[in-house]
């Protein structure tokens, strides 16, 4: 079975300046990522997907995320944080149930905490 | 239309009661999926419908029933829950099942089971 793994269950960055939030995967075959955000007491929003092609995948808000074969990394980014991006983060996985069918496989999540 | 929808926001049931949770989506997409998610943890998968059919059951306890009565709607019974069910209950859909697609969520029903 595919995974993903969040080290960090929070991060903390001052608004303005860059933040990065880590994950690392293990799976069989080329890997399907996916970054997703979720706000209190909401549902998980996406962000952005890594198929195939550039390692540097830009998303919603301003996020990016860099993909890293040799390290199997995934980690999501911006340049300039906001409060409002505090949320909490996860990172998935696609995996492959049958032939056709799959799931995303999500990791632990991390809370990103920017403060004034 | 870019959005999942579900009903109802909140729901407060006796262990005896029975309720149902409603999803839709106007999307096209094929592929419907019910979450389970406690606080501070991620979603728990647990039905998945390909096509109006159910594709995917992750050992999930017969007092959930789901239910998919077209390709647009998705539906979650609820009978003679247990206080431990009391959760976040997310619906997503996506174009399909094959194929790298991300999922897009509703905004939950909050459970709560007395």
């Known amino acids: 079975a595919q995974s993903v793994a969040q080290p960090e269950d929070q991060v903390n960055v001052a608004e303005g300046n860059p933040l990065t939030v880590k994950c690392t995967y293990s799976v069989s075959g080329n890997p399907y990522l996916f970054w997703y955000v979720q706000y209190p007491n909401r549902g998980l929003q996406f962000l952005l997907k890594?198929?195939?092609?550039?390692?540097l995948v830009k998303g919603s808000y301003g996020f990016e995320a860099e993909f890293n074969k040799s390290q199997t990394s995934f980690h999501l980014k911006k340049p300039s944080a906001l409060v409002s991006d505090s949320a909490l983060y996860f990172c998935a996985v696609r995996d492959i149930i049958t032939g056709t069918a799959s799931k995303l496989t999500f990791g632990t999540g991390t809370r990103l905490q920017v403060t004034l | 239309d870019t959005e999942v929808t579900q009903t109802p926001k909140h729901l407060v049931m006796g262990m005896t009661n029975k309720k149902s949770l409603k999803c839709e989506q106007h999307m096209g997409h094929r592929a419907m999926y019910w979450y389970k998610q406690k606080a501070k943890k991620p979603p728990e998968l647990m039905f998945v419908y390909s096509y109006e059919k159910l594709s995917i059951n992750e050992s999930v306890p017969s007092r959930f029933s789901p239910e998919c009565p077209n390709s647009s709607l998705l539906n979650l019974h609820l009978h003679a829950l247990q206080p431990e069910d009391s959760a976040l209950y997310l619906c997503?859909?996506?174009?399909?099942?094959?194929?790298?697609?991300?999922?897009?969520f509703g905004p939950g029903t909050r459970l709560t089971v007395l």
């Open positions: 890594y198929i195939t092609g550039d390692n």
């Open positions: 997503a859909s996506s174009r399909g099942l094959a194929g790298p697609n991300e999922q897009f």
